[in-house]
């Protein structure tokens, strides 16, 4: 049902992305620390990784943010930042829990990748952890390839890349 969704560019530092990426950050940490230490993440942590990301690599004119709506409220991001002249990485890809299976990962992905070629990237690439198995899942279904590193981030453990097409 994607006629439900909307999907428009916002500031990266918008009163409605900062909610959004923070909505983002805790439920990947939470999930990194359930899974490694049995507990959820430090308060104290979460407000000191949230503030230290502001996300200002994706302002113009080397980057975007996007934020979804389903029905009018905010729903998810999805960005992009060009890492090389023709080489864009998708960053903070998120639809909240409550509104995931409702098509909102698809027009994200659509949507950052027409944005992404608009920024003259010819691939965009991405790292990912295992425990996203829902992430890794939309990827491969969009045409991603797992590939060789491209980074090193501490929590990357999986890489895939897509050869974006020109739009007609």
Same mark, same amino acid.
């Given at each position: 049902?994607?006629?439900?969704?909307?999907? !428009?560019?916002?500031? +990266?530092?918008?009163?409605?992305?900062?909610?959004?990426?923070?909505?983002?950050?805790?439920?990947?940490?939470?999930?990194?620390?359930?899974?490694?230490?049995?507990?959820?993440?430090?308060?104290?942590?979460?407000?000191?990784?949230? $503030? $230290?990301?502001?996300?200002?690599?994706?302002?113009?004119?080397?980057?975007?943010?996007?934020?979804?709506?389903?029905? @009018?409220?905010?729903? @998810?991001?999805?960005?992009?930042?060009?890492?090389?002249?023709?080489?864009?990485?998708?960053?903070?890809? +998120?639809?909240?829990?409550?509104?995931?299976?409702? @098509?909102?990962?698809?027009?994200?992905? $659509?949507?950052?990748?027409? $944005?992404?070629?608009?920024?003259?990237? *010819?691939?965009?690439?991405?790292? !990912?952890?295992?425990?996203? =198995?829902?992430?890794?899942?939309?990827?491969?279904? #969009?045409?991603?390839?797992? !590939?060789?590193? #491209?980074?090193? *981030?501490?929590?990357?453990? #999986?890489? +895939?890349?897509?050869?974006? =097409?020109?739009?007609?």
């Amino acid at each position: 049902m994607t006629s439900s969704w909307t999907v !428009t560019p916002e500031p +990266f530092d918008s009163a409605v992305s900062a909610e959004l990426w923070r909505a983002y950050y805790t439920e990947v940490s939470d999930r990194w620390y359930l899974l490694h230490e049995g507990r959820t993440t430090d308060p104290d942590e979460l407000e000191r990784e949230v $503030a $230290a990301d502001t996300g200002a690599y994706l302002a113009a004119p080397g980057g975007v943010l996007l934020v979804a709506r389903y029905r @009018g409220e905010p729903a @998810g991001t999805a960005g992009v930042r060009m890492i090389d002249a023709s080489t864009g990485e998708l960053k903070r890809v +998120f639809v909240r829990p409550g509104m995931r299976g409702k @098509g909102g990962g698809s027009v994200l992905l $659509a949507q950052v990748e027409s $944005a992404a070629r608009d920024l003259g990237a *010819e691939r965009i690439v991405l790292d !990912t952890r295992g425990d996203l =198995v829902e992430a890794r899942m939309l990827y491969a279904r #969009h045409g991603y390839q797992e !590939t060789a590193p #491209h980074n090193d *981030e501490e929590y990357a453990e #999986h890489w +895939f890349t897509k050869k974006l =097409v020109r739009d007609t």
